[in-house]
């Protein structure tokens, strides 16, 4: 039981356990120049599949795009180069300066943003 304990706390502290991370981005998008590097360091702990999508067909909305598809079956979707710098860290639980946001499971109708702020 103990041990059961100790493995849920740290999967707390770990951050999101992930089974897949893409990251769509364009090279001709500003946005995802701006995000590419963040998205790249990470990349050095974490499998993330780089796919562009001027070399392939994904039925998404825009760029740039990071889906989590976590262990427990949840699917986050983070847009935008300002989105993706705030909470891509958290989700993976690189964040070490300060408290992450909380995950809300649904939008603001208000932001579009699926965290807590």
Same mark, same amino acid.
């Given at each position: 039981?103990?041990?059961?304990?100790?493995?849920?706390?740290?999967?707390?502290?770990?951050?999101?356990?992930?089974?897949?991370? &893409?990251?769509?981005?364009?090279?001709? %998008?500003? +946005? $995802? #120049?701006?995000?590419?590097?963040?998205?790249?360091?990470?990349?050095?702990? +974490?499998?993330?599949?780089?796919?562009?999508?001027?070399?392939?067909?994904?039925?998404?909305?825009?760029?740039?795009?990071? #889906?989590?598809?976590?262990? &427990? %079956?949840?699917?986050?979707?983070?847009?935008?180069?300002?989105?993706?710098?705030?909470?891509?860290? $958290?989700?993976?639980?690189?964040?070490?300066? #300060?408290?992450?946001?909380?995950?809300?499971?649904?939008?603001?109708?208000?932001?579009?943003?699926?965290?807590?702020?």
């Amino acid at each position: 039981m103990k041990l059961l304990i100790i493995v849920g706390m740290l999967m707390l502290i770990g951050g999101v356990s992930a089974m897949s991370i &893409d990251f769509f981005y364009s090279e001709q %998008c500003g +946005h $995802c #120049k701006q995000v590419y590097p963040i998205v790249s360091d990470l990349s050095n702990k +974490h499998n993330i599949n780089f796919l562009d999508v001027n070399k392939g067909s994904y039925n998404i909305q825009g760029v740039p795009l990071v #889906k989590i598809r976590t262990n &427990d %079956c949840r699917e986050i979707e983070l847009v935008g180069s300002q989105e993706i710098p705030q909470y891509l860290q $958290c989700e993976l639980g690189e964040m070490t300066t #300060k408290e992450c946001p909380t995950y809300s499971g649904e939008p603001n109708p208000e932001t579009q943003s699926w965290f807590i702020r």
